[in-house]
């Protein structure tokens, strides 16, 4: 009867440490699912600030191609104004030139008449 008392308490002993074990085992394990959601959390946070960056660089880039776009059609609109200016200019020359020339004609025909 001792034996199979010191069977039983050294079985009791056997399944306090085993229960140990399993809480222990158990606190491990919650501190790791905290651990994982944590770390799933923050690399949900970075994703989404990722996510935000990115949707404001597209937004930036959006805002630059419309710029470049502006920027485009006013080079085009100078280009313009300075292609008619520059007509103009000729087109007054040719004006000048052809004002000279008809002054000088009428001098010279003034100049034979008075000669005659």
Excluded at 23 to 38: I, V
Excluded at 74 to 84: A, G, V
């Amino acid at each position: 009867q001792m034996q199979a008392e010191q069977k039983a308490q050294a079985q009791e002993f056997e399944l306090a440490r085993v229960k140990s074990e399993l809480r222990d085992a158990e606190q491990r394990l919650e501190r790791a699912k905290d651990d994982g959601s944590a770390t799933a959390n923050t690399l949900r946070q970075k994703y989404d600030d990722m996510q935000r960056t990115l949707s404001a660089s597209d937004l930036e880039k959006n805002t630059l191609m419309d710029q470049i776009q502006q920027l485009e059609l006013e080079k085009s609109r100078i280009q313009r104004e300075r292609e008619n200016r520059d007509q103009r200019i000729q087109q007054l020359e040719s004006q000048v030139d052809s004002t000279r020339a008809d002054g000088r004609r009428q001098q010279t025909q003034l100049q034979s008449k008075i000669t005659d």
